[in-house]
């Protein structure tokens, strides 16, 4: 069974830090998804990886991924107020037709 | 271009009942996918659809059923409602494939009394 954990599940950051949220699975996968919801809202998509080593980067966050390790790692640099958010992970193995989310990471990012 | 649409936003049912959501993707994507969020088991897959065809299905009793037309819109519905059914379904939309970046939609809030 495709399990995925996210560590940690919850984070309070100040300000200019730097920071890396965890996403750990199973079983071998074909693609690992990020996204980030704000309170209330929907969801929204970051980062799809479909290979080993893919890394990539969209401001202020990084997404890479071992597949050997079967592993993701979202880093985020320099954080700002504005990035303060659920953020989750989601693996998903479509030849068995499976899809499973990490309970995801609340992100504070304090002054 | 307009976003993923969902209709309706908010639904109040009471259990036996049956409800079916709407979602409109993104002009000219063909790829509807919809999810299921709760407090208690958090975000999960419902299932993925394209060119009119379930593609792809997770973990879900009969009862949760979808379709897509031709025009992309897809509907998914639930019969037969129970208490653990209230959730915010989510619809999101992608050219293609799941491995393409997915818009979401705002949500439908169901609850079940």
């Known amino acids: 069974e495709l399990k995925v954990e996210q560590n940690p599940l919850f984070l309070s950051m100040q300000e200019g830090k730097n920071y890396t949220i965890y996403c750990n699975y199973s079983?071998?996968?074909?693609?690992l998804y990020w996204y980030r919801q704000d309170p209330g809202k929907s969801l929204e998509s970051l980062f799809v990886?479909?290979?080993?080593?893919a890394v990539k980067q969209e401001g202020r966050l990084m997404a890479s991924l071992d597949t050997k390790a079967r592993l993701s790692t979202l880093h985020i640099t320099a954080a700002v107020h504005d990035l303060s958010a659920t953020y989750f992970c989601a693996v998903a193995r479509y030849n068995n037709n499976d899809m499973r989310f990490g309970a995801g990471t609340r992100l504070t990012v304090k002054p | 271009k307009a976003g993923v649409t969902q209709t309706p936003r908010y639904l109040i049912k009471t259990r036996g009942q049956q409800v079916t959501l709407s979602c409109s993707p993104i002009?000219?994507?063909?790829?509807v996918s919809w999810y299921q969020q709760t407090p208690g088991q958090g975000l999960q897959f419902l299932f993925e659809y394209f060119s009119e065809t379930q593609r792809n299905k997770g973990n879900f009793p009969g009862r949760f059923s979808g379709r897509q037309f031709s025009n992309s819109r897809s509907e998914m519905n639930v019969s037969t409602l129970e208490l653990g059914d209230s959730a915010l379904y989510l619809c999101?939309?992608?050219?293609?494939?799941?491995?393409?970046?997915?818009?979401f939609g705002p949500g439908t809030r169901l609850l079940v009394l």
């Open positions: 999101a939309s992608s050219l293609e494939r799941l491995q393409e970046t997915q818009y």
């Open positions: 990886l479909l290979s080993n080593g």
């Open positions: 079983t071998t996968s074909d693609r």
């Open positions: 002009s000219g994507h063909r790829s």
